[in-house]
C-alpha cells in the first residue's frame, strides 16, 4: 500500500520561503504521477503543481508560476516543493499526491489515488 507523508511546514512571514518534502514507499516511486493540493480553511482542495514520472514534465497554477517549484528524486522516493515569495493567501494545508495510471486531468484531485496527511503552512504579513 502507498503511503505520502508530508513534512516541512511552519509559520513565516510574507516574502520568505519553505521547502516542503513528501516521503513516498509501498510502491515503486517512479511509476507514480505527483502532485500538490492545498487547501485553505472553509473552502475546497485546490491543484498546485503537478510533475511527471520522470520529472521532465510540470504544471503549475497560475497563482503560483514563477514562485513554487515541483521537483522529485526517484532515488530518494522524494517529492518536493520549493515556495519562494510566500504570500498569506499562499496559506493552507498542504497535501501531495499520487496517481499510477492518470486518465483525465493531472489537476483534479479525483484523478489521485493516494494522499498525504497534509502540512500546515501560515504566511504572517
Known amino acids: 500500500q502507498v503511503q505520502l507523508v508530508e513534512s516541512g511546514g511552519g509559520l513565516v512571514q510574507a516574502g520568505d520561503s519553505l521547502t516542503l518534502s513528501c516521503a513516498f514507499s509501498?510502491?515503486?516511486?517512479?511509476?507514480?504521477?505527483m502532485g500538490w493540493f492545498r487547501q485553505a480553511p472553509g473552502k475546497e482542495r485546490d491543484f498546485v503543481a503537478f510533475?511527471?514520472?520522470?520529472?521532465?514534465?510540470?504544471h503549475y497554477t497560475n497563482s503560483v508560476k514563477g514562485r513554487f517549484t515541483i521537483s522529485r528524486d526517484n532515488l530518494k522516493n522524494t517529492l518536493y516543493l520549493q515556495m519562494n515569495w510566500l504570500k498569506p493567501e499562499d496559506t493552507a494545508v498542504y497535501y501531495c499526491?499520487?496517481?499510477?495510471?492518470?486518465?483525465?486531468?493531472?489537476?483534479?484531485?479525483?484523478?489521485?489515488?493516494?494522499w498525504g496527511q497534509g502540512t500546515q503552512v501560515t504566511v504572517s504579513s
Open positions: 510533475i511527471s514520472w520522470n520529472g521532465t514534465s510540470t
Open positions: 509501498g510502491r515503486p516511486f517512479s511509476s507514480y504521477i
Open positions: 499526491a499520487a496517481n499510477a495510471r492518470p486518465s483525465g486531468s493531472v489537476a483534479a484531485a479525483g484523478e489521485y489515488d493516494y
